[in-house]
């Protein structure tokens, strides 16, 4: 069965500033995605031109996550991904990444099947900053187990 990459999700220090610095050094500068509400994270989107591992119609990108200013009061244990277990300046890191099948359902429970632990599907949500309402459901390991190596699954719907 083959999956597509849904995307990477790179953590980098600082990220208002690393942004920019991502701009500069490569001459693409990330889009905002948006705030985690309680989850004390922001992230900038890069869009990746992969057809070869994209799903058409969703194309694959590089998230770049932070931590967010505007969010102080969340414990480190509770930010996306518990990147905030890894201190205020953490170095740039390859934290997961996500694959986008076209059955959520059916790709978890084959993975069950196979002794993968990838959670229950989830549905998600949370304003853009466009103030539109983004929805998608996942299926993640929060233990993001072999160091973030095994992905988890994303539907856009």
Known sequence: MSVPLDHLVLLVPHIDDYVDEFARVTGVTPVFGGSHPGRGTKNYLVRLDAEAVSTPGNPSYLELLGLDDAQPDVAPEDTMFGVGRRGPDPRPALVTWAMHPADIEATAAAAAAAGVAVGTVEAWSRTAPDG?????????????PLGGLQPFLIDWG
Do not use: E, K, Y
């Open 132 to 144: 539109s309402l983004l929805r998608w459901r996942v299926s993640m390991n929060p233990a993001l």
